[in-house]
């Protein structure tokens, strides 16, 4: 376990930790069980960044986080989301959706999600009167539970990619696992908390909809869209909760 939990940190941050951990189906398969629990780490890193900066301007400490989101996760996921928008949006067969997925280049829609994913999450934080410690750190978990369901339950589109080496680890049991476990925590924190949660749900299977709509299964690329577009997601509706409820 001790091994899934390095390679989880090492796959999902760019936190230095300089251990050799073989990148085999057993860690693989192990590290899903600690995905919700690095978005946790990442979201209080990234809130401690806010505070730090909260002290000059709440803009500016807003601007930073999101600068730091970035930086903590090597703008992994923020690839995966240009990638994704570059092939969804190019009205092509799937054959040739996935051809410009795989591409490294960006093109004029994976730069229009980019800008407007990272302006949204700008707007949402700097919107944050109270609760940003928890809707932050939260959301962050959120997402990355999101994508286990994707991983565990949805099929695959790229035999040999990434996503496609999670799924053949079959990880369910570790995924089940993780999410009692982390839905325990949020109930045990608030109940009310659940309700963002449901939601990135719900954003997730409307991804999942239109992901099997334009190239019938899943790929790396579309679990890093996931979890940007699900930590929005999810950030926005705590901004409701916190002030509904």
């Known amino acids: 376990m001790i091994k899934g939990l390095i390679l989880s940190i090492q796959f999902l941050t760019r936190i230095p930790l300089n251990i050799n951990v073989d990148f085999n189906s057993e860690n693989l398969k192990k590290s899903t069980l600690f995905y919700p629990f690095i978005g946790i780490l990442l979201g209080s890193l990234s809130y401690g960044t806010h505070y730090i900066f909260s002290f000059i301007n709440r803009d500016i400490a807003s601007l930073i ?3 730091m989101m970035i930086v903590f996760t090597g703008g992994l996921h923020l690839d995966g989301l240009s990638d994704t928008a570059d092939g969804f949006f ?11 997925m795989k591409d490294s280049r960006v093109g ?3 730069v229009i999600s980019l800008i407007l994913l990272i ?38 589109a790229r035999p040999g990619g990434l996503g496609d080496m ?13 999410s009692l476990l982390y839905i325990l925590l949020i109930s045990f924190i608030n109940i009310k908390y659940l309700i963002p949660l449901i939601f990135t749900i719900l954003i ?3 991804i999942s909809f239109y ?8 790929t790396g690329d579309v679990y890093g869209a996931t979890i940007e577009i699900g930590e929005t997601a999810s950030l926005i509706c705590f901004l409701e909760v916190i002030k509904w409820i």
């Not at 919107?127 to 695959?156: C, P, W, Y």
């Not at 999670?166 to 993780?178: A, D, G, Q, T, V």
């Open 211 to 218: 992901t099997y709509k334009k190239i019938d299964g899943f």
């Open 90 to 100: 190019s009205n092509k067969d799937k054959k040739k959706t996935l051809e410009i």
């Open 166 to 178: 999670i799924c053949k680890s079959k990880p369910r049991y570790f995924i089940i696992l993780s």
């Open 204 to 206: 997730g299977e409307c």
């Open 119 to 156: 302006l949204s999450k700008y707007i949402i934080i700097s919107n944050f009167k109270e609760d940003l410690a928890l809707a932050l750190i939260l959301s962050m978990g959120n997402s990355r539970l999101v994508t286990l369901f994707q991983i565990a339950f949805k099929k695959n």
């Open 108 to 110: 004029a829609f994976g």
């Open 65 to 67: 986080t999101v600068i």
